[in-house]
């Protein structure tokens, strides 16, 4: 049996660099993203397959396009029944969409808290749920490369640990992920479906640069300051790069190492939360 995976929000950032590093690992990959990024997707299909056109494995799929809105419960099933469609059988998920706005507390309003909840949670909620009810419909089978089980994989934050300030709302979000983690590994064990989640720590993505800039406004300092002044506190001496969250997740967490391993939200953030 073939590995497949989705991975949500792949167009760019950490979604991109896990899409190619599980390409690397012998995946075909389904790289989701909001139908406004398109191009984006594109080139990130171009990109895989030509690092497989390097490769000489067998040949597979390599890459294919999912444009669709995770907080869309039939955008998620739609996709799920395309990646089968055009890979085979769907053997992983990540779900790595998300948003982070920076707005204090006092100043959200109702609708930001429902988008960031609706991307955040409910995003992951779709990805995780239409996936397994895929790899259930599956059966039992041999997932190759030594992998026994089925696996789903969302993100979280060193924010699901420790909240912060302008990031309340993402901060509730990112907790909410770690429970939907832990609940979802409970009631899928006996599908033979693991669940994990990882946490990233300050990593520089496009999503960086807007929270540079949003927590820049609120304590004073100008734009990119606030990613130079945040990093200088890391434990391991450096900002992460989406290469080391992949390192976690198409590394780890994608291979049969990560088999016996369920209901955890692992930390890849240089030392800055101990857990
Ligand atoms: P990013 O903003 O660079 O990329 C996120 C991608 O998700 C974008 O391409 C965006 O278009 C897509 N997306 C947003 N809403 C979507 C939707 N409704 N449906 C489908 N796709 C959607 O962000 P990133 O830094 O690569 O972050 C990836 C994940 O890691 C996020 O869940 C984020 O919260 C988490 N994370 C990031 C950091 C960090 O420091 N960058 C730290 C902790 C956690």
Known sequence: MALNAIVSGASRGIGRSIAHRLAREGYSVGI?????ASADIDNVISEINSILSFQHSKPRPGAVALPGDVSSSSDVASMVSKAVTKLGPLTLMVANAGIAPVTPLLLSSTEEVDRILGINVRGVFNCYTEAAKQMISQGDIALGAGITRYKLVGAASIAAFRAFPGCGIYSASKFAVRGLTQATA??????????????PGIVGTPMWDEVDEGIGEIEGRPKGKTLEAYSKGIPLGRAGVPEDVAGLVGGFLASKDSDYVTGQTMLVDGGIVFN
């Open 32 to 36: 989701n993203d909001i139908p406004e």
């Open 186 to 199: 409970a009631e899928m064990a006996r599908h033979n479906i693991t669940v994990n989640a990882y946490a």
